[in-house]
């Protein structure tokens, strides 16, 4: 059965260093998005992508962060200088209609 | 913005015993989820609702959307080791395909063996 994937599955980092966390969607879809879980809270939207654009972002979204398609399969978040508070669950969520299958998730630790 | 409600935050059960987790919206919703996510791991789809009194079954998972459409529920029969986890249900505004989902807080279920 498809299924979205996602790498790394952990990933320690210094605060203000850039990282990028990526997505491989269901391959026939056409919507792409990122969620957040930080420890103990709720999953909370990110970001919707769709005809390589950005269809909608939250306030959590700021200038920080920037996603890109940057071929035919893989979808990346990328966080320019990190801080203690990006420390969360990411995950990445595809879907082709309406419901949203979403990847094992990239666990970010921000020291 | 639409609030989701669960209820409750956490269910200890009895291996063989029934359960039910409740979901309550602030507003109408258009699409509810199902979700279930196995502590610390990724989201794992169950079901989805969108007509009202529309229910779905799944093995021994059974979702319900009310009529109204600003309540589901989650029943679970014969409950098992393997349904512990975290249930999280979620609502779109389904103004396109591309609607984010806003999530409730879950509800934690522990089975007792």
């Known amino acids: 059965e498809p299924e979205v994937t996602q790498t790394p599955s952990h990933q320690v980092t210094q605060m203000g260093q850039e990282v990028i966390l990526r997505c491989v969607p269901i391959?026939?879809?056409?919507?792409f998005y990122w969620y957040r879980q930080i420890l103990g809270q709720k999953v909370e939207f990110l970001v919707s992508?769709?005809?390589?654009?950005?269809?909608?972002k939250s306030e959590i979204f700021d200038d920080q962060f920037s996603v890109e398609r940057p071929d035919g399969s893989n979808f990346t978040l990328k966080i320019r200088s990190t801080k203690l508070e990006d420390s969360a669950m990411y995950f990445c969520?595809?879907?082709?209609?309406?419901?949203?299958?979403f990847g094992p998730g990239t666990r970010l630790l921000v020291l | 913005s639409q609030e989701l409600e669960q209820s409750p935050q956490s269910l200890i059960v009895q291996e063989g015993k029934n359960l039910t987790i409740n979901c309550t919206s602030s507003?109408?919703?258009?699409?509810l989820y199902w979700y279930k996510q196995k502590y610390g791991e990724g989201l794992i789809f169950l079901m989805m609702?969108?007509?009202?009194?529309e229910e779905k079954s799944h093995e021994k998972i059974t979702a319900k959307l009310d009529e109204k459409k600003q309540q589901s529920s989650l029943h679970i029969t014969a409950s098992q080791p393997s349904h512990a986890g975290i249930y999280l249900c979620?609502?779109?505004?389904?103004?396109?395909?591309?609607?984010?989902?806003?999530f409730g807080s879950g509800t934690r279920l522990s089975i007792r063996p």
């Open positions: 969520a595809s879907t082709s209609t309406e419901t949203q299958y």
């Open positions: 391959s026939n879809h056409l919507y």
């Open positions: 992508f769709y005809n390589n654009e950005i269809s909608e």
């Open positions: 507003k109408t919703l258009y699409g």
């Open positions: 609702l969108q007509k009202g009194g």
């Open positions: 979620g609502a779109d505004r389904g103004y396109s395909s591309a609607s984010k989902i806003i």
